[in-house]
């Protein structure tokens, strides 16, 4: 696997769901990110996790909530959702400077549906 | 604040055709500016790059150049292809707590007809 993976592609959930999208760069990053991009709305940013410490919540429900185990995975774990929050939900990572050119690297994205 | 104001879309073109897309930032200080697209089905790549003040970046055929005195950063290309359809984001850089911050438009969607 090559630059940012994101799992599962598709997601559709109930309202009562538990579920988890998971994140990984094969890129020797050290920050992550979460974005929320909804139909005709700009790129939200979510989360930041530098070198493993969050360092950006943006005010994000705490209905969502992130997790990083380590500098290649980031997770966003997902609870009693609400419909308004079906949206494609973008992973990136970049290398802080100093030492990289702090270009982010998107993921895919995961579709998310809720019912 | 920081913010990126984008032309609306969806932009349809012809191929070969001359192609503009309008953004606009606003920020303190000397922001790095960027352009990414999104082809459909998948995340966002990074087109080009300026990161002071008439720098010109330029990718693909892609163009933009950093005017700081029209708050500016519009993208062009002289002859568009079928397979330049996607959706195209501007997004500024700030630093924010230490760490660096994108802070994009909301995006202008190309479509070019054959």
């Known amino acids: 696997e090559t630059g940012v993976t994101q799992t599962p592609r598709h997601l559709v959930m109930g309202m009562t769901n538990k579920k988890s999208l998971k994140c990984e760069q094969h890129l020797g990053h050290n920050a992550m990110y979460w974005y929320k991009q909804s139909a005709k709305k700009p790129l939200e940013l979510m989360f930041v996790?530098?070198?493993?410490?969050?360092?950006e919540n943006n005010s994000v429900p705490s209905r969502f909530s992130p997790e990083c185990p380590n500098s290649s995975h980031l997770f966003l774990h997902l609870h009693t959702l609400q419909p308004e929050d079906s949206a494609l939900y973008l992973c990136a990572s970049s290398q802080e400077p100093p030492g990289g050119s702090d270009e982010q690297f998107f993921g895919p994205g995961t579709r998310l549906t809720v019912l | 604040g920081n913010s990126v104001t984008q032309m609306e879309g969806p932009v349809t073109l012809s191929e070969e055709a001359f192609l503009t897309i309008n953004c606009t930032y606003t920020?303190?200080?000397?922001?790095?500016l960027f352009w990414y697209v999104q082809y459909p089905g998948e995340g966002l790549q990074l087109l080009l790059k300026a990161t002071k003040a008439d720098d010109k970046g330029s990718n693909k055929g892609f163009e933009a150049t950093y005017r700081k005195e029209t708050t500016s950063f519009h993208l062009e290309k002289g002859s568009v292809q079928v397979s330049d359809s996607a959706v195209y984001f501007c997004?500024?850089?700030?630093?924010?707590?230490?760490?660096?911050?994108?802070?994009f438009g909301a995006g202008t969607r190309l479509a070019v007809h054959p």
């Open positions: 996790y530098s070198l493993e410490e969050r360092v």
């Open positions: 997004a500024l850089r700030t630093k924010s707590g230490g760490y660096n911050k994108l802070i």
């Open positions: 920020a303190t200080g000397y922001p790095s």
